[in-house]
């Protein structure tokens, strides 16, 4: 896909009232993000989750076991790594069929209730499957991230989804652009206690440093 083409496809999505065109990207309106596809969500600040993705990979050892929620960073994840040999858990079909081809990887996809919107599963039995199961390290974006009120979400159910796994991980990675700070959404998913480290796309402000310094939470930004 060219810029191009990029650019044209968020100039019609903007017209429509999908998202906000911002200075270096653009944002899905909160007003509508719980029914954005994940179509339209992969064509936005593509370049940003290319760079968080490309922090997350060394972040996986051999022998890991993963978990990677439905969100379009988590696919750009899961793009970069068929060639590891770990185990993937996700509710996300598109990550399941991306990976579904490599030999290296151990896949379990968490079936569902599906939702054609995120192409991933919800409901109770996800809920409950996602209990049976413990990760090494967990990658869990959201739909905005504030100071006081934590890591929220536009969608209830993939916040429950997102809570379960950042219980059940030893390490969980929070990877969030630019777009998504200072900002509240629907449902909590978790304080920013809850996480280890978070993933950027480009340095944060001072205040935002100091905080997670305060927090004991890693920050994993670009060198360049």
């Given at each position: 896909?060219?810029?191009?083409?990029?650019?044209r496809?968020?100039?019609?999505?903007?017209?429509?009232?999908?998202?906000?065109?911002?200075?270096?990207?653009?944002?899905?309106?909160?007003?509508?993000?719980?029914?954005?596809?994940?179509?339209?969500?992969?064509?936005?600040?593509v370049?940003?989750?290319?760079?968080?993705?490309?922090?997350?990979?060394?972040?996986?050892?051999?022998?890991?076991?993963?978990?990677?929620?439905?969100?379009?960073?988590?696919?750009?994840?899961?793009?970069k790594?068929?060639?590891?040999?770990?185990?993937?858990?996700?509710?996300?079909?598109?990550?399941?069929?991306?990976?579904?081809?490599?030999?290296?990887?151990?896949?379990?996809?968490?079936?569902?209730?599906?939702?054609?919107?995120?192409?991933?599963?919800?409901?109770?039995?996800?809920l409950?499957?996602?209990?049976?199961?413990?990760?090494?390290?967990?990658?869990?974006?959201?739909?905005?991230?504030?100071?006081?009120?934590?890591?929220?979400?536009?969608?209830?159910?993939?916040?429950?989804?997102?809570?379960?796994?950042?219980?059940?991980?030893?390490?969980?990675?929070?990877?969030?652009?630019?777009?998504?700070?200072?900002?509240?959404?629907?449902?909590?998913?978790a304080?920013?206690?809850?996480?280890?480290?978070?993933?950027?796309?480009?340095?944060?402000?001072?205040?935002?440093?100091?905080?997670?310094?305060?927090?004991?939470?890693?920050?994993?930004?670009?060198?360049?």
């Amino acid at each position: 896909m060219t810029e191009e083409t990029i650019r044209r496809d968020l100039q019609l999505l903007e017209e429509e009232g999908f998202l906000k065109r911002i200075y270096g990207g653009a944002y899905i309106d909160e007003s509508v993000q719980s029914d954005a596809s994940v179509s339209l969500r992969e064509k936005i600040l593509v370049k940003d989750k290319e760079k968080i993705a490309k922090e997350c990979i060394p972040l996986i050892k051999d022998g890991d076991s993963i978990f990677l929620d439905s969100s379009t960073t988590s696919l750009y994840i899961a793009m970069k790594i068929a060639k590891k040999r770990i185990s993937v858990i996700t509710n996300s079909l598109k990550i399941a069929m991306l990976l579904s081809s490599s030999e290296n990887i151990k896949l379990f996809l968490i079936g569902g209730v599906f939702d054609n919107y995120s192409m991933s599963f919800l409901g109770g039995s996800v809920l409950q499957d996602m209990k049976r199961y413990f990760f090494d390290k967990a990658f869990v974006s959201c739909s905005s991230v504030h100071m006081k009120f934590g890591i929220t979400d536009s969608n209830e159910q993939q916040a429950e989804i997102r809570r379960i796994a950042i219980e059940h991980s030893n390490r969980t990675f929070l990877v969030v652009d630019h777009t998504k700070f200072n900002r509240t959404s629907f449902s909590l998913i978790a304080p920013l206690s809850s996480i280890d480290a978070m993933v950027v796309n480009r340095p944060l402000s001072d205040e935002w440093t100091n905080l997670l310094q305060e927090l004991n939470i890693e920050l994993i930004q670009p060198t360049s």
